[in-house]
């Protein structure tokens, strides 16, 4: 007599706890969640079970005001745990919270458990020390107070990062990549095109595509003189080319340049660069303790002094 065919052994869900802070990406944490929620829906199966958690163990309020009732309190021996997602947005920068870090340092002991974070999340992990001699990514509006501040941490400029027991996402429709990147990797390519039809998303990105619009996009531009001249001015913030010398990589004259700024970009060539600098000034005074003397020097200008007047004429 033939022996009954096994019954398929249904895989163990997949539990996520995503770590809300508060003022966290509304739209990362949708991207992050929703993926999971559509790959049970479509597999018919639950693949993917996840939990909350909050500062405080109260109602977090998102950046657009709604808020989530976290089911897990700060501390509490979780129900599960296989990925620990932190989500933050705003300025993680200021967030100061012993209980929260010493939290997230236990989860991370514990075998098989992989502590993530999305958006502005990384910071977190980095105040905790979970970090340190890995490679992470994070927003790019935080990727220069970061480096400031967390000298030990490589960090790429990707969408995502994932090693063996960690991963870091840059945040926004970011995260749907991320998450269909790992059902892919745990369930197969074809559950993560159809999670990705689900959405609308016709193209999963690889981990390492660049977060920003190429200058091309971004500017509208066409034109590789006034592209490489962009190029330099964003790479060379801390120590800002001459006039002169970003008309050579122009390969025209500065007068030329001058005019090509004003007609294709509506500014002037020293207004934009100004602009980038004042802009980077902000970030690192908003997210890190550096002096001001230190900013000053790190956005190319002489002393804080400078800086101050440059920012009081913007204002002004």
Same mark, same amino acid.
């Given at each position: /007599?033939?022996?009954?065919?096994?019954?398929?052994?249904?895989?163990?869900?997949?539990?996520?706890?995503?770590?809300? %802070?508060?003022?966290?990406?509304?739209?990362?944490?949708?991207?992050?969640?929703?993926?999971?929620?559509?790959?049970?829906?479509?597999?018919?199966?639950?693949?993917?079970?996840?939990?909350?958690?909050?500062?405080?163990?109260?109602?977090?309020?998102?950046?657009?005001?709604?808020?989530?009732?976290? &089911?897990? =309190?700060?501390?509490?021996?979780?129900?599960?745990?296989?990925?620990?997602? %932190?989500?933050?947005?705003?300025?993680?920068?200021?967030?100061?919270?012993?209980?929260?870090?010493?939290?997230?340092?236990? @989860?991370?002991?514990?075998?098989?458990?992989?502590?993530?974070? @999305?958006?502005?999340?990384?910071?977190?992990?980095?105040?905790?020390?979970?970090?340190?001699?890995?490679?992470?990514?994070?927003?790019? &509006?935080?990727?220069?107070?970061?480096?400031?501040?967390?000298?030990? %941490?490589?960090?790429?400029?990707?969408?995502?990062?994932?090693?063996? $027991?960690?991963?870091?996402?840059?945040?926004?429709?970011?995260?749907?990549? @991320?998450?269909?990147?790992?059902?892919?990797?745990?369930?197969?390519?074809?559950?993560?095109?159809?999670?990705?039809?689900?959405?609308?998303?016709?193209?999963?990105?690889?981990?390492? #595509?660049?977060?920003?619009?190429?200058?091309?996009?971004?500017?509208?531009?066409?034109?590789?003189?006034?592209?490489? %001249?962009?190029?330099? /001015?964003?790479?060379?913030? &801390?120590?800002?080319?001459?006039?002169?010398? @970003?008309?050579?990589?122009?390969?025209?004259?500065?007068?030329?340049?001058?005019?090509?700024?004003?007609?294709?970009?509506?500014?002037?060539?020293?207004?934009?660069?100004? #602009?980038?600098?004042? $802009?980077?000034?902000?970030?690192?005074?908003?997210? #890190? =303790?550096?002096?001001?003397?230190?900013?000053?020097?790190?956005?190319?200008?002489?002393?804080?002094? &400078?800086?101050?007047?440059?920012?009081?004429?913007?204002?002004?």
């Amino acid at each position: /007599m033939c022996p009954a065919p096994l019954s398929p052994v249904e895989p163990e869900p997949t539990i996520v706890g995503f770590v809300l %802070v508060p003022d966290f990406a509304l739209m990362t944490y949708a991207a992050a969640v929703e993926p999971l929620r559509a790959a049970n829906a479509l597999s018919g199966r639950p693949l993917y079970r996840w939990w909350h958690a909050a500062p405080g163990d109260a109602p977090v309020a998102a950046s657009n005001g709604l808020t989530i009732r976290p &089911e897990v =309190a700060v501390g509490a021996e979780p129900p599960g745990a296989d990925w620990i997602l %932190v989500c933050a947005g705003g300025n993680p920068s200021d967030i100061e919270d012993p209980a929260l870090f010493a939290w997230l340092r236990r @989860l991370a002991l514990r075998p098989g458990t992989v502590v993530g974070g @999305l958006s502005g999340g990384p910071y977190l992990l980095a105040r905790a020390g979970l970090l340190d001699g890995r490679r992470c990514t994070l927003h790019w &509006e935080h990727i220069p107070a970061f480096r400031e501040r967390f000298p030990r %941490v490589e960090v790429v400029r990707a969408l995502f990062e994932v090693g063996p $027991d960690s991963m870091t996402c840059s945040g926004g429709i970011a995260a749907l990549d @991320l998450m269909l990147d790992r059902i892919r990797d745990q369930h197969g390519p074809g559950l993560a095109a159809g999670v990705a039809d689900w959405f609308l998303h016709n193209q999963i990105r690889e981990g390492l #595509t660049p977060q920003r619009m190429a200058l091309r996009q971004r500017f509208d531009l066409r034109d590789p003189r006034l592209l490489r %001249v962009l190029a330099a /001015m964003e790479e060379t913030l &801390e120590t800002p080319l001459t006039r002169e010398a @970003l008309a050579d990589l122009a390969r025209i004259g500065v007068r030329q340049l001058e005019r090509l700024f004003r007609d294709r970009l509506g500014t002037s060539l020293h207004r934009h660069y100004l #602009t980038l600098r004042l $802009d980077q000034a902000h970030r690192l005074r908003r997210e #890190t =303790a550096m002096p001001a003397a230190e900013i000053a020097a790190a956005t190319g200008f002489l002393n804080a002094e &400078e800086l101050a007047r440059a920012e009081r004429r913007r204002a002004g």
